[in-house]
């Protein structure tokens, strides 16, 4: 059973940074795409960020050249680095995985296993 746990999330100010963890357990992270969404209050919940099992990346359109994903396999651990942060971003952020997402996973239909989820709250 692959199990999730994020961190790093908290209060930041605008054009600040944070950067968030995920950390997998029962099964190796090189073996799974791992997605990151985020939730805001009364919205749906929204892609953030992927880094497929082919090692492919793609981000929204709205954190595109602000925010990184990356991944280490010897921690087991995704990261997505945020940058240049702005009120809009606060959410609660999730990350996800998936055995099938090689490339693009932009609908969070294609992912089987979700984290808790982390807020992240920027103040302006």
């Known amino acids: 059973q692959v199990q999730l746990v994020e961190s790093g999330g908290g209060l930041v100010q605008a054009g600040g940074s944070l950067t968030l963890s995920c950390t997998v357990s029962g099964r190796p992270s090189s073996s799974i795409g791992m997605g990151w969404f985020r939730q805001a209050p009364g919205k749906e919940r929204e892609f953030v960020a992927v880094y497929g099992r082919s090692e492919f990346i793609d981000y929204s359109d709205s954190v595109r050249g602000r925010f990184t994903i990356s991944r280490d396999n010897t921690k087991n651990t995704v990261y997505l680095q945020m940058n240049s942060l702005k009120p809009e971003d606060t959410a609660v952020y999730y990350c996800?995985?998936?055995?099938?997402?090689?490339?693009?996973?932009?609908?969070?239909?294609?992912?089987?296993?979700w984290g808790q989820g982390t807020q992240v709250t920027v103040s302006s």
């Open positions: 996800a995985a998936s055995g099938y997402v090689y490339y693009t996973g932009r609908r969070d239909t294609s992912y089987e296993y």
